[in-house]
């Protein structure tokens, strides 16, 4: 069984989705260990405690730099002997002793196809204000590992969306979340649980 720990920072629809997974037995060989937030009082927090999961929190503001955080952050899943990092809606930015550590065991949800809508400044609402600016006619989520260069790892799953014709972000966002987010995250944790997943180069094999 795989200690899997969700990294949240706001409301966490997608832990939820997480949770849900888990109570449906759809995390196979997999179970949610910790929730660590990079801010107190977010409702992801509630999820956590609702579902009986254990929190931390790790406010950003409390460490000097983006290494100190992550180094506690590094220390705090090796001491719960963490297998698998998700970043679920999580706007922190880490450093390279994460990966040293999660070489291809840290996952991330990104709410568009990436590489369109991605990088640094393209989180939550915003990715869907760029995709609409844009005019683009799909959009959609992408899971993928994370690695160095920000939403550059190499991608696991991905599933796009119309784009319609009266769409605000906010519509946009929601019809992703429901669509998309909630349905691939659970599944790509699962789908790294089961040791399904192989990296080779830029490209994840999914084996049967
Ligand atoms: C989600 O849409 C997630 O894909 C996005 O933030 C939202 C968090 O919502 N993540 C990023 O933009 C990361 N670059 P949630 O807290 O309800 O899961």
Redesign the pocket.
């Known amino acids: 069984m795989k200690n899997i720990a969700v990294l ?10 997480l949770i849900d997974a888990q109570a449906r037995g759809e995390i196979v060989n997999g179970r949610l260990s910790i929730v660590i937030s990079s801010a107190p009082e ?3 927090l509630e999820r956590a405690k609702k579902a009986g999961i254990p929190t931390c929190v790790l406010p950003r503001k409390n460490y000097p730099s983006s290494q100190g955080m992550t180094v506690a952050l590094v220390e705090k899943l090796k001491e719960l002997a963490i297998d698998v990092v998700v ?5 922190t930015i880490v450093t390279k002793d994460l990966f040293e550590v999660y070489n291809n065991a840290v996952i ?5 196809l990436i590489p369109s809508f ?1 990088g640094p400044g ?6 869907h204000e760029k995709a609409l600016e844009y005019g683009v006619k799909v959009s959609g ?1 992408t899971v993928h590992f994370v690695t160095e260069e ?2 550059a790892g190499p991608i696991i799953l991905q599933k796009a969306v119309d784009v319609l014709p009266n769409d605000t972000p906010e519509t946009l ?1 929601r019809r ?2 429901e669509q998309c ?1 909630w349905k691939l ?1 659970p599944q790509a944790v699962s789908l790294f649980c089961q040791d399904r997943l192989r990296v080779e180069g830029r490209t994840v094999q999914i084996l049967p």
């Open positions: 949240v920072s706001g409301g966490g629809t997608n832990l939820q989705a977010v409702y992801a970043m679920a809606g999580f706007m991330n949800i990104h709410p568009a991605a393209c989180y939550g609402l915003h990715v989520a920000c939403d966002q992703i979340m987010e995250l």
